[in-house]
C-alpha cells in the first residue's frame, strides 16, 4: 500500500530542510561576528621595515561575505587582506572591502572632539602688567566653523578659536626690508567698534615672502588615512583630489613619499621626484579604505622616511591627512603629542590636513600641528585645499621663523586693564618668553599672523573690574612717560637654538581717536574677531550684534581678490539666521 500524496509531500519537506544550508546559519553567523570583530581585541601587528612589500606587513583573513539578512549590530567594516603588494617606484593600492557600514545600535552619531577652553579673562594691570603668548598661525577652525554653518548649525563653542578665524585672512602688513629680521611688526590702537570705552590694540606680524619657483627642494611625506572611518566622499573622496592640487605644483628637485596606515602602516609609494606626477597621483587613485585606525604607527613610518630623504637647507615635512580618528595602537592624546614632540628634534615639520564630519577629532590634528613645529588647516571643499596647498604653499611648506613668542607689558600708570581675545591654548608663563627650551609657534614664508587686545585706560570707565584695597600704590603718570605699553618679541632662526630678541613701545600718541579713521585691515580683523566671540557666546561684547559684525566688514572689504571677505559677508548673514539668542535685531555699539 503506497503512502498518502500528503505524507510524502511532509517528508520530502522535512528531507530538505534538513539538508539545507540555512539549518547552519546561526553558527555560521556567529563565526562571522567572531572573526570580523576579533582585530578590535587583538594588539595590531608591529611596524615592519618601510623598505619591505606591505604584504609583509599585515596579512589578515579574507573578508567573509555577509547575508544581506545579518541583524544591524552585526553589519562592520572588515579590513581586507591586503594592504597592497608592489612598493618599488610603482605604489600600491590599499585594497578593502566595505560591508554596509550601519552603525551598531547605541553607537554616537556625533563624536567629533574639540578642546574645552575659558576665554582669556579681564587682569588689572596692577596684578598683572604682562602678557606672554605663542603666535599662531593655523587656520583650521574657520574653515571647520564654515562647515558648520553650510550645514545648517552653529558651530559648538569649542570649536571656535578666534585668533585661527582672524588669522585664516590676509592683512596686506608692510613687508618686512629683508630677511633678517624674517618679518615686521605693525601695530594699531583705537576705539573698540563694541565699545566705545577700551581700545582695541592690533598686533600684525608679516614674513618676508619666497615665490613658489624659489624655495628649495622639498623633501615631502604624505602621510594618508585608509583607515574605515575615511569612506565618505568629504573624507578620502575630497583628500586624493586636494593632494593633487600640490601634487602639480611640484618641480623636478622635489620628492614626495606616501605612507598609509589602518590597522597596520606601511609604504605605498617610494620617493618619487615632482617630476613623475602621473605616477604619484596613480598611487593616490588606487587608495581605499578600510580597517581600524593606528595613527601612531603611521606618523613613526612617515618620520622614517622623511628622515632617509632629508634634504639640508631644504623642506622637510610630513603632511598628515586624516579625520585624527585613531583607534588601534597608541591612541592617548598625550602620547602621540609626545611623539611627535620627539620627532620634530630631527628637523622634519609636520602639517596636519583635517577631513570629515560626524568623528572628526580637531583637538588632536590642531594639537598635533603645534607639537610637529607645523601648521593646521581643515579641508571642507576644493577650494579651501586650494588656498592652503597652492595659493599659500610657500607659507605652509616653508618655516622663516620658529618658536616665536609675544610679551607685552602694560604700563599701569596708564592701562587699567586689559585682555587678550583669543590664543587661549598658547598663552605661556611670564618666565618662559626667555626660556629658548618652550615651544612655540613658527611663521612660514609670507605668512600674516595678528593679535588683539582689549585694552581699558585710566579714567575712560570702561574697567570691568574694581580696584583692590590694598593693591599696589598709584604709579604717577609723568614718571612713567607716555607708553602705554612696552612689546617684545622673541624668535629663532629655522636653523639655531638660540632666540633673538626684538622690542618696541607702544605710545599714548598713536591712538587713533575714531575707529572710522583706522586701516581696512584693522576692521576688518576687528569684524571677524567681534564675528567669533559672538559664535562663543559674546560674553565681552555687549549690544554688539551680527548687522555691526556686517557693517564693519563691509566698509572694510577691500578688493578681496579671492572672494574671501565676500565670503565672510555670507557666513555672518547665515549665522545670524541660524542664532536663536540673536537673531536679526539691529545691533547698537557702533552706530
Not at 47 to 58: I, M, P, T, Y
Not at 253 to 281: N, R, W
Not at 583 to 588: A, K, L
Amino acid at each position: 500500500m503506497n503512502p498518502p500524496l500528503p505524507l510524502l509531500l511532509l517528508l520530502a519537506a522535512i528531507l530538505l530542510a534538513g539538508c539545507s544550508p540555512q539549518a547552519d546559519a546561526p553558527a555560521k553567523r556567529q563565526a562571522e561576528v567572531s572573526s570580523t570583530t576579533a582585530p578590535a581585541t587583538i594588539a595590531p601587528s608591529p611596524v615592519r621595515d618601510e623598505a619591505k612589500s606591505l604584504n609583509e606587513a599585515v596579512a589578515p583573513p579574507p573578508a567573509p561575505t555577509l547575508p544581506a539578512s545579518r541583524p544591524a549590530e552585526a553589519r562592520m567594516k572588515v579590513q581586507d587582506a591586503k594592504l597592497g603588494s608592489a612598493i618599488a617606484g610603482s605604489g600600491a593600492a590599499v585594497q578593502s572591502r566595505e560591508l554596509d557600514g550601519l552603525r551598531a545600535p547605541g553607537e554616537p552619531t556625533d563624536r567629533e572632539q574639540y578642546a574645552h577652553q575659558e576665554e582669556n579673562p579681564v587682569k588689572r594691570v596692577t596684578e598683572q602688567p604682562v602678557s606672554t603668548f605663542s603666535i599662531d598661525v593655523d587656520t583650521g577652525s574657520y574653515a571647520n566653523v564654515r562647515r558648520f554653518l553650510n550645514e545648517g548649525r552653529l558651530p559648538p563653542r569649542d570649536a571656535v578659536r578666534v585668533e585661527e578665524m582672524i588669522n585664516y585672512f590676509d592683512y596686506d602688513y608692510p613687508l618686512p626690508d629683508g630677511q633678517k629680521p624674517p618679518f615686521r611688526v605693525s601695530t594699531e590702537l583705537a576705539p573698540t567698534p563694541w565699545n566705545p570705552k577700551t581700545r582695541l590694540l592690533a598686533i600684525g606680524v608679516k614674513g618676508y615672502e619666497v615665490p613658489k619657483t624659489r624655495l628649495p627642494p622639498a623633501n615631502l611625506v604624505f602621510l594618508i588615512d585608509v583607515s574605515g572611518s575615511m569612506n565618505a566622499p568629504d573624507k578620502l573622496g575630497l583628500l586624493k583630489p586636494a593632494l593633487k592640487l600640490l601634487v602639480r605644483q611640484l618641480r623636478p628637485e622635489d620628492k614626495v613619499a606616501i605612507a598609509v596606515y589602518a590597522g597596520a602602516a606601511g609604504m605605498v609609494l617610494e620617493p618619487t621626484p615632482g617630476s613623475q606626477q602621473g605616477q604619484i597621483e596613480a598611487a593616490l587613485d588606487r587608495l581605499s579604505a578600510g580597517g581600524s585606525t593606528n595613527g601612531g604607527a603611521g606618523i613613526q613610518l612617515a618620520y622614517n622616511l622623511a628622515r632617509d630623504g632629508f634634504v639640508k637647507d631644504g623642506v622637510n615635512r610630513v603632511i598628515i591627512a586624516t579625520d585624527g580618528d585613531f583607534n588601534v595602537g597608541t591612541v592617548n592624546f598625550e602620547a602621540l603629542k609626545n611623539l611627535v614632540e620627539t620627532q620634530r628634534k630631527s628637523g622634519v615639520a609636520l602639517t596636519t590636513l583635517g577631513f570629515g564630519t560626524g568623528n572628526y577629532n580637531d583637538q588632536l590634528m590642531e594639537q598635533l600641528a603645534d607639537a610637529g613645529n607645523g601648521n593646521y588647516a581643515y579641508i571642507d571643499t576644493l577650494q579651501e585645499a586650494n588656498k592652503t596647498l597652492v595659493e599659500q604653499m610657500s607659507a605652509t611648506l616653508l618655516t622663516i621663523a620658529r618658536d616665536v613668542k609675544i610679551q607685552i607689558e602694560f604700563n599701569p600708570a596708564l592701562v587699567e586693564e586689559y585682555r587678550l581675545i583669543g590664543y587661549e591654548n598658547r598663552v605661556l608663563r611670564r618666565e618662559d618668553f626667555s626660556n629658548d627650551a618652550v615651544d612655540a609657534g613658527d611663521i612660514g614664508a609670507g605668512h600674516t599672523v595678528t593679535a588683539l587686545y582689549e585694552i581699558a585706560l585710566k579714567g575712560s570707565g570702561g574697567a570691568l573690574t574694581e580696584p583692590l584695597r590694598y593693591g599696589q600704590p598709584t604709579v604717577d603718570v609723568p614718571a612713567a612717560g607716555e607708553e602705554l605699553a612696552f612689546l617684545r618679541l622673541r624668535y629663532k632662526q629655522p636653523d639655531a637654538d638660540n632666540s633673538q630678541l626684538l622690542e618696541w613701545p607702544i605710545r599714548r600718541e598713536q591712538v587713533i581717536p575714531e575707529w572710522r579713521e583706522t586701516s581696512e585691515r584693522f576692521r576688518f580683523a576687528a569684524a571677524v574677531a567681534g564675528f567669533g566671540q559672538l559664535l562663543r557666546g559674546g560674553r565681552y561684547t555687549g549690544s554688539f550684534g551680527y548687522d555691526d559684525v556686517l557693517t564693519l566688514a563691509r566698509e572694510a572689504r577691500g578688493t578681496d581678490p579671492y572672494g574671501y571677505r565676500g565670503e565672510f559677508l555670507k557666513l555672518v548673514s547665515l549665522a545670524q539666521s541660524l542664532d536663536p539668542g540673536k537673531g536679526h535685531e539691529t545691533g547698537q555699539a557702533i552706530r
